[in-house]
């Protein structure tokens, strides 16, 4: 898989992977990364309205996004503690554990998904939760790097209650209303399949960067290495050359 | 308490948990395990509704939650059961009755308010309000943003408990029961370990028993007695956190319990061969009167229990035929298809699927323990008298009057009950 994302962590790209979200439905690992450890468990949360999962933290050099989905974890009596399929512990938010080495094991595909139609939903949802971890860090770096106007967000947090609400706008270069870090997550969240949400974010773009001379939208679409739909450029606006008069 | 109890309840937590360990070690051997089962399943709220089933005290069940006839040619489906539940609730909206659906998004609560949006009119579900949190939201937000907002009436169901919702004009609806009807609650997490526990085995039993793990649901359930035992035993680990309770382990404790269910499956009419069967026993006849009862009692704190049972209280899976469903259809893949939690309910998957097409839902639906973990944790207690707040609610008499721990005349009851009881099975 092409990353151009790991061009942003020069220090992991090369490493083995450490971080993975473990879907206790399956009983197996749904994805692995070796980047970000908070931007898979943010990957997790977004994924947690489609499937319960827990990203781990662990030292597993043989894990892969080829074969995780052969692997699980080995079943004791304290795997309730960091949220494994033990029923009463677990619940629909995402949660992050430690891992040792020494509980990953392998178990072959799930006989629970064993059925055509049970197999391929898997195969979907991993699809689904690759491209989900490829957004999350494509909009971070975007958001870090060409979010020229972030001042919203700092009244949001830091003043919640002691700023006018009419000061809480564009939070962006974008007209998103609430920012397109917000926007792509929601359609991350609550679209349906992955082209649905594929299509909902270009759609995004299109809709919210007509004001974007700051190249927000150009960063993330290359961060993520997908293509950029093609945009009518005389729907955009020339908004530095407006500031200039 | 000369007449029997009409509901007990052994809960091993901080305010009782120095009581029940005097209990224990004043008990007879019947007093002891009753309290190391209440370690084990913490609460301990079993009672039989068929079958010889001892406890300390006499006990019996509520007429309208006593198990129906065995009938073997009972030959409804699960739709048409729930269908016809829906149809039931509909003819008491038309009478101008109105009604709080408890809604965790979990599949028992998703499959009743699914059957009541395909079986009533807009104009009557206006009868019902749904009694929400915010765990329920995000447990299945496909379901919340299609179906329920913007389109129901919506109540905070962390604030709003059973007496807060009769006082308001409703009757509660609870799908409390769904796990009993489909019976995995007790072997979810024997499935989940099955390796793990083979693994600690004899070398031949641990071959026989990998043998027969793609038969859970043909086998008898007694060729798998050494990993029942096993999954049966008693850790400590499994108690620590909110429980910590420690006691020292009886290592008769898991051949007990198995002997004691054993006698109750033989000692009933009902059919039960497979492992999933034994399992599904185990909640379906044992721990009914529980699942259908604890709102009533623990999440009402004004309201008389006996008249939110019999006249407010609804519960959706309470129902004659569903029992009946129940008993029909159990290694047929309607309640689980592989071992693992993941085709669990399948009947009700396919009911919620029919209505609304989320693959992500009917394929990776896990379950959540939703009442604990999201409502009764969450609980408003500030205006009850610690002495009687639901973590002291030890049973219900005859009369159903509430039985609190911290009554002397109940300790002392508990304490000669506990004492005398032997084991007799």
């Keep these: 898989m092409n990353r151009p994302w790991a061009e942003y962590y020069p220090s992991n790209k090369n490493s083995p992977n ?40 662990l030292k597993a050099d043989e894990l892969t996004n080829e074969n995780c989905l052969n692997y699980g974890t080995e079943h004791n009596r304290n795997e309730a503690n960091y949220g494994a399929s033990s029923m009463s512990s677990i619940k629909q938010s995402a949660s992050m554990a430690f891992l040792k080495q020494n509980n990953i094991v392998h178990k072959g595909w799930s006989t629970e998904y064993a059925t055509d139609d049970r197999r391929q939903a898997v195969l979907d949802l991993q699809e689904y939760a690759l491209f989900v971890l490829q957004c999350v860090h494509a909009i971070t770096i975007a958001e870090s790097y060409k979010n020229l106007w972030p001042e919203s967000k700092y009244l949001e947090e830091f003043f919640p209650d002691n700023a006018p609400e009419e000061f809480k706008t564009k939070f962006d270069p974008t007209t998103a209303p609430r920012g397109m870090m917000h926007e792509i997550k929601n359609i991350l969240y609550h679209s349906s399949s992955l082209q649905e949400a594929r299509a909902n974010i270009d759609q995004a773009w299109i809709d919210y960067s007509q004001t974007d001379n700051a190249n927000f939208r150009s960063l993330f679409y290359s961060a993520a290495g997908i293509t950029a739909p093609t945009v009518d450029q005389n729907l955009l606006k020339d908004t530095i050359t407006f500031w200039a008069c | 308490m000369n007449e029997p109890l009409l509901f007990s309840n052994i809960v091993i937590n901080p305010g009782q948990r120095e009581f029940w360990r005097d209990v224990r070690s004043q008990s007879s051997d019947g007093g002891q395990f009753m309290i190391d089962l209440a370690k084990k399943y913490n609460p ?21 939650y006593a198990l129906p006839e065995y009938d073997s040619l009972f030959n409804k489906t699960f739709t048409e059961v729930t269908d016809q539940r829906a149809l039931e609730i509909k003819s008491l909206i038309q009478q101008g009755q109105q009604f709080a659906l408890m809604y965790s998004g979990g599949i028992d609560s998703t499959l009743a308010l699914s059957a009541l949006i395909k079986n009533l009119s807009n104009e009557e579900l206006k009868s019902i309000t749904i009694a929400a949190n915010k765990q329920s939201v995000i447990e299945n937000p496909v379901f919340w943003n299609k179906f329920i907002w913007g389109k129901f009436n919506i109540v905070n169901s962390s604030t709003h408990k059973y007496d807060d919702l009769i006082e308001k004009g409703y009757r509660p609806i609870t799908a409390d029961e769904g796990d009993c009807l489909f ?19 004899s070398a031949e039993s641990k071959t026989n028993l990998q043998n027969l793990k793609s038969k859970f649901n043909t086998a008898h359930y007694s060729n798998y007695k050494d990993i029942i035992l096993k999954h049966f035993e008693i850790r400590d680990s499994a108690r620590t956190g909110i429980h910590n309770f420690q006691l020292d382990n009886n290592p008769e404790f898991a051949e007990q319990w198995y002997a004691k269910i054993v006698k109750n499956i033989q000692t009933s009419n009902v059919p039960v061969h497979t492992l999933h ?39 959706w899976f309470n129902s004659p035929d569903y029992q009946k469903w129940s008993m029909n259809n159990n290694n047929n893949g309607e309640k689980i298809v592989e071992m693992g939690p993941a085709t669990y309910k399948m009947a009700s998957r396919k009911y919620i699927h029919d209505l609304d097409k989320n693959d992500w839902y009917f394929y990776f639906k896990l379950k959540i323990g939703s009442l604990g973990a999201s409502v009764m944790m969450f609980q408003d207690l500030s205006n009850i008298d610690t002495a009687q707040s639901p973590n002291y609610r030890f049973g219900l008499d005859s009369q159903y009057n509430v039985l609190y721990m911290n009554d002397k005349s109940v300790q002392d009851f508990i304490l000669n009950c506990m004492s005398n009881y032997k084991i007799d099975w």
């Excluded at chain 1, 399956?26 to 994805?31: A, K, P, S, T």
């Excluded at chain 2, 609650?185 to 499935?191: E, G, K, M, P």
Aim: charged share 20%; glycine share 2%; hydrophobic share 45%.
């Design chain 2, 44 to 64: 301990n709220r079993f009672v039989a509704r068929l079958g010889e089933w001892s406890l300390p005290w006499q006990q019996t069940i509520p007429d309208r």
């Design chain 1, 18 to 57: 450490r971080y993975a979200l473990f879907a206790p439905p399956l009983d197996r690992f749904l994805i692995v990364d070796n980047l970000d450890p908070w931007l898979l468990f943010e990957t997790g949360r977004i994924l947690s309205s489609k499937i319960i999962n827990v990203a781990y933290i």
């Design chain 2, 183 to 201: 019976g995995m609650l007790f072997s979810l997490d024997l499935y989940q370990h099955y390796d793990y526990y083979c693994e600690t085995l």
């Design chain 2, 277 to 315: 069967d034994f399992f599904w026993w185990q909640i379906f006849n044992l721990k009914y009167v529980n699942c259908a009862m604890r709102c009533a009692i623990y999440l009402n704190d004004r309201i008389d229990v006996k008249s939110v049972v019999e006249d407010y209280a609804i519960n």
